[in-house]
């Protein structure tokens, strides 16, 4: 019996992928609970179909996310933060406080899609990712200086 998963099943599919399984197990378990459904010529195009309209949007928003990269790939942005002595920040510099800093230049950024590896507690210079896409990742600087 062949059938299109609607979810993602371990060990057997993906949403979106016709399988062929023992009808006894399409039957009496993955249509009943909703994990798939009988695949029909009609059911096949619309999901052929389906899939040509997700491949394309994933294909603009990966072009999108290469644009917003080469703005904004090797630039330097410099955040002003409350030191102590020996460079030490009272806090640290956080993802929604570099992503304020990058707005402010005219690229918006979602603070969700920069990527620290450590937390930023003390002055210098930094290379932070930036992931707009998960194939797409670019690079920035980030300055910390006292606030005088």
Request: charged share 30%; no cysteine; glycine share 8%.
């Amino acid at each position: 019996m062949k059938v299109i998963l609607r979810k993602d099943i371990a060990n057997l599919g993906k949403a979106g992928d016709i399988k062929e399984v023992a009808s006894g197990y399409g039957r009496n378990y993955l249509i009943p609970k909703g994990l798939a459904f009988e695949a029909t010529p009609g059911r096949i195009k619309d999901i052929k179909m389906h899939k040509e309209n997700i491949d394309k949007k994933t294909m603009r928003e990966i072009n999108e996310a290469k644009e917003l990269a080469e703005k904004i790939a090797g630039k330097v942005f410099t955040i002003q933060a409350k030191a102590g002595e020996e460079g030490r920040l009272f806090g640290s510099v956080t993802p929604s406080d570099i992503a304020k800093v990058i707005s402010a230049e005219g690229i918006n950024v979602d603070k969700r899609k920069i990527v620290l590896e450590e937390h930023i507690k003390s002055l210098g210079s930094y290379t932070v990712q930036v992931k707009f896409h998960p194939e797409v990742a670019a690079a920035i600087n980030i300055n910390v200086e006292a606030l005088e």
